[in-house]
C-alpha cells in the first residue's frame, strides 16, 4: 500500500473510531462495497482531492533505532469529504455531520495536523435519495522515502541533434 492510500485509510480508521461520528457511517470514497440507492444512516465518504509538495527536496528526518538515515517531505493533502443524509432528516443533517467531523478533526485526540476546514452548499441528489455537502479540509503531512536510496540528480548531458 502506497502512503497516500495508507494515511487515507488511517483517516478513515481516526473518524470510524470517534465518538462524535457516532450513527455515521465512515469509508473510502470509492469503496469495495456500492453504497445503499437509498440511506438508511448519514455517509461519510473520504478521498484525497490534491496533494501539495513543500518547496526544495527531501529533508533529513531524523535516524531509525537501526541507525539508518530517514528522509523525508513536507505536503499538504486536501481530502475529500462527501456527507450523504437521508432526506427524511433534512438538509441540515448534512450540516451536523460536516461539525462533527470538524470537531473530531480539529479537536479530536489524535496527530492529525488540520490547517483548515471548509464546505460547500446541501444539495439534493434524488436518484440517491440523498442530501449530499461537499467538504475539503487541508492537512499537513510529512512522505517518508519509501527505500533507503535518496536519488538525486547530480548531472545533466545536454547533446545536439545533427539535423539530415
Given at each position: 500500500m502506497g502512503f497516500f492510500d495508507e494515511f487515507k485509510a488511517k483517516l478513515v480508521s481516526c473518524l470510524q473510531a470517534s465518538a462524535a461520528l457516532c450513527g455515521?457511517?465512515?469509508?473510502?470514497?470509492?469503496?469495495?462495497?456500492?453504497?445503499?440507492?437509498l440511506l438508511k444512516?448519514?455517509?461519510?465518504?473520504?478521498?484525497?482531492?490534491?496533494?501539495?509538495?513543500?518547496?526544495?527536496?527531501?529533508?533529513?528526518l531524523?535516524?531509525?533505532?537501526?541507525?539508518?538515515?530517514?528522509?523525508?517531505k513536507g505536503v499538504t493533502v486536501t481530502v475529500s469529504f462527501k456527507v450523504y443524509t437521508p432526506?427524511?432528516?433534512?438538509g441540515s443533517a448534512c450540516h451536523r455531520v460536516f461539525s462533527a467531523l470538524a470537531q473530531c478533526l480539529l479537536l479530536g485526540q489524535n496527530a492529525i495536523r488540520v490547517q483548515s476546514i471548509r464546505c460547500k452548499e446541501v444539495s439534493c441528489d434524488r436518484a440517491l435519495g440523498a442530501f449530499t455537502l461537499t467538504a475539503y479540509a487541508q492537512i499537513k503531512a510529512t512522505v517518508v522515502s519509501a527505500d533507503d536510496t535518496q536519488t538525486a540528480i547530480e548531472e545533466?548531458?545536454?547533446k545536439r541533434r545533427e539535423n539530415g
Open positions: 455515521v457511517a465512515v469509508l473510502e470514497e470509492y469503496p469495495a462495497l456500492e453504497r445503499e440507492s444512516q448519514p455517509c461519510l465518504c473520504v478521498g484525497l482531492y490534491e496533494i501539495v509538495s513543500e518547496a526544495g527536496g527531501s529533508q533529513y531524523g535516524t531509525q533505532s537501526g541507525g539508518e538515515d530517514v528522509f523525508g432526506l427524511k432528516q433534512g545533466i548531458e545536454v
